[in-house]
């Protein structure tokens, strides 16, 4: 079992950057693959992103590619994502989640372990 707990969101112009971390606690974090998703109000969970357990493959929605970055560092038990131009659109409660198999996917239905999420939000 593994404990996931988001930090790092807030408030940033449009233009800006965050860094989200995601911590996880357990000693087999090394196996599980990572996904970030994000919930907007009055909207379904989206998938944002996704890395493997080596962090040798990413996988991103086509609204963040170029501009999100996913990585990871077993070590420290945590996985990051990098927000760069932000867009207002991009504002949402953001959500790490791990899965113990396979590659990132991307519904939420794939994912077994949650953080509580951490807000963006990004003014025009």
């Known amino acids: 079992q593994v404990q996931l707990v988001e930090s790092g969101g807030g408030l940033v112009q449009a233009g800006g950057s965050l860094r989200l971390s995601c911590a996880a606690s357990?000693?087999?974090?090394?196996?599980?693959?990572m996904g970030w998703f994000r919930q907007a109000p009055g909207k379904e969970r989206e998938f944002v992103g996704g890395?493997?357990?080596?962090?040798?493959?990413?996988y991103y929605a086509d609204s963040v590619k170029g501009r999100f970055t996913i990585s990871r560092d077993n070590a420290k038990n945590t996985v990051y994502l990098q927000m760069n131009s932000l867009k207002p659109e991009d504002t949402a409660v953001y959500y790490c989640?791990?899965?113990?198999?396979?590659?990132?996917?991307?519904?939420?239905?794939?994912?077994?372990?949650w953080g509580q999420g951490t807000q963006v939000t990004v003014s025009s």
């Open positions: 989640a791990a899965r113990n198999f396979g590659l990132p996917a991307t519904h939420p239905s794939e994912y077994v372990y």
């Open positions: 357990g000693r087999t974090f090394s196996s599980y693959v």
């Open positions: 890395i493997s357990w080596s962090g040798g493959r990413t």
